[in-house]
């Protein structure tokens, strides 16, 4: 997983190595490995972070539409309503060093 959105903790992208587009250009056995990664970040970003909520988007255009990636991302306990999914630096908004958090996460993929 890379591509971290500044100092905003709990936003993942799980991309292929191989260059595709689209969800439909992955094999059967990157679609499947690909949602693997997807569900334990999930799960790994509830554990270490204990957000409001934990979402997945596929979606993509401009330069990086040749490389499939999906998001994997959190919704932060007291994040204003108001605030769409993107909208990561309000007020109030954790912050944290993204290479520890990255530390803590990475012992939930090898389980």
Do not use: K
């Not at 500044?6 to 190595?17: D, N």
């Not at 990157?30 to 949602?35: H, P, S």
């Not at 990086?64 to 309503?81: G, K, S």
């Amino acid at each position: 997983m890379t591509h971290r959105p500044g100092t905003f903790p709990g936003y993942l992208f799980v991309e292929t190595r191989r260059h595709v587009a689209n969800l439909d250009g992955l094999t059967e056995a990157e679609a499947l490995a690909v949602a693997r990664a997807a569900w334990v970040g999930a799960r790994a970003l509830r554990a270490e972070l204990d957000p409001e909520s934990v979402h997945s988007a596929i979606a993509g255009r401009g330069p990086a539409r040749a490389h499939f990636h999906q998001h994997v991302f959190v919704r932060h306990r007291d994040t204003p309503a108001e605030l769409g999914w993107m909208d990561v630096d309000w007020p109030g908004a954790p912050r944290e060093d993204v290479t520890l958090l990255c530390g803590r996460l990475s012992p939930h993929f090898g389980r």
